[in-house]
């Protein structure tokens, strides 16, 4: 499993997009990418050693479960010819662009019309998801800017938790997709484009060519990919950026 690597490319992902969707304040990008970082690791939930799957015990158990298997009897209509002989549970369904549209759409309109408590259950999840995947340093950073950003707008916070909404259903569609580009640079690739019909294939697995391709938990991921994204996940972070700048800027001219 990725899970590391696909929670540090979803925190990535956060940032470098956060800007895009409207998000201006410190706090609210690092909200926004440690939201994305945690759902860059639902896609894996159709396997029953996943960290989501195993996140919450029995209730995240019981939604593995439930999707391995909607997983598997949609395969099991939908395959084409030349689709390989699988059950379709892990990396199907959950591992494809429709998926993560679905989610995110899902998720903006439970979002906007359930309320402030709902945006706080959705943000809650996905932090709980990315602090078992990065450890427990990303827990009270990821607090201390939601703090942060209560403050900012009080006392108008609960009207800022509905708007909100919006940018919530990205993060959970943004943390899918990273996750599902992560798993198609495998061996195994990823059947990114379902249903889509390519080569006599339903549930065609994207994947690069042979040479550019990594296996899981080898030294391409835990000595190139996770140190490189380790860095990133620092420089996008705003403000970093140009104060490191600066930084060199003045020791150069010193």
């Not at 060519?209 to 490189?228: C, H, N």
């Given at each position: 499993?990725?899970?590391?690597?696909?929670?540090?490319?979803?925190?990535?992902?956060?940032?470098?997009?956060?800007?895009?969707?409207?998000?201006?304040?410190?706090?609210?990008?690092?909200?926004?990418?440690?939201?994305?970082?945690?759902?860059?690791?639902?896609?894996?939930?159709?396997?029953?050693?996943?960290?989501?799957?195993?996140?919450?015990?029995?209730?995240?158990?019981?939604?593995?479960?439930?999707?391995?298997?909607?997983?598997?009897?949609?395969?099991?209509?939908?395959?084409?010819?030349?689709?390989?002989?699988?059950?379709?549970?892990?990396?199907?369904?959950?591992?494809?662009?429709?998926?993560?549209?679905?989610?995110?759409?899902?998720?903006?309109?439970?979002?906007?019309?359930?309320?402030?408590?709902?945006?706080?259950?959705?943000?809650?999840?996905?932090?709980?998801?990315?602090?078992?995947?990065?450890?427990?340093?990303?827990?009270?950073?990821?607090?201390?800017?939601?703090?942060?950003?209560?403050?900012?707008?009080?006392?108008?916070?609960?009207?800022?938790?509905?708007?909100?909404?919006?940018?919530?259903?990205?993060?959970?569609?943004?943390?899918?997709?990273?996750?599902?580009?992560?798993?198609?640079?495998t061996e195994s690739g990823c059947p990114?484009?379902?249903?889509?019909?390519?080569?006599?294939?339903?549930?065609?697995?994207?994947?690069?060519?042979?040479?550019?391709?990594?296996?899981?938990?080898?030294?391409?991921?835990?000595?190139?990919?996770?140190?490189?994204?380790?860095?990133?996940?620092?420089?996008?972070?705003?403000?970093?950026?140009?104060?490191?700048?600066?930084?060199?800027?003045?020791?150069?001219?010193?």
């Open positions: 499993m990725m899970g590391r690597t696909h929670a540090l490319t979803g925190w990535c992902a956060g940032l470098a997009v956060a800007p895009a969707v409207g998000i201006t304040t410190l706090s609210q990008a690092l909200v926004f990418a440690a939201t994305t970082a945690g759902y860059a690791l639902l896609p894996d939930l159709d396997h029953p050693g996943a960290r989501a799957s195993k996140l919450l015990g029995p209730v995240t158990g019981g939604l593995s479960w439930l999707l391995r298997n909607a997983s598997a009897a949609l395969y099991s209509v939908t395959k084409g010819p030349r689709d390989e002989r699988k059950k379709g549970g892990h990396r199907h369904l959950s591992h494809t662009l429709l998926f993560a549209l679905l989610l995110g759409g899902a998720t903006a309109a439970g979002t906007a019309f359930g309320g402030p408590w709902v945006v706080v259950g959705v943000v809650v999840f996905g932090l709980l998801l990315a602090e078992d995947a990065l450890g427990d340093w990303l827990l009270p950073v990821a607090c201390g800017a939601v703090v942060w950003w209560v403050v900012e707008n009080s006392p108008d916070v609960l009207a800022q938790l509905d708007s909100v909404s919006g940018w919530l259903g990205i993060a959970v569609a943004l943390g899918c997709f990273t996750h599902c580009l992560g798993d198609a640079l990114f484009l379902f249903p889509i019909p390519i080569a006599g294939e339903t549930w065609y697995e994207l994947r690069p060519p042979k040479r550019l391709r990594f296996r899981t938990g080898d030294k391409v991921e835990t000595g190139v990919l996770f140190p490189v994204f380790s860095v990133l996940a620092v420089l996008l972070i705003p403000g970093v950026w140009p104060a490191l700048l600066g930084f060199f800027d003045d020791v150069l001219n010193q």
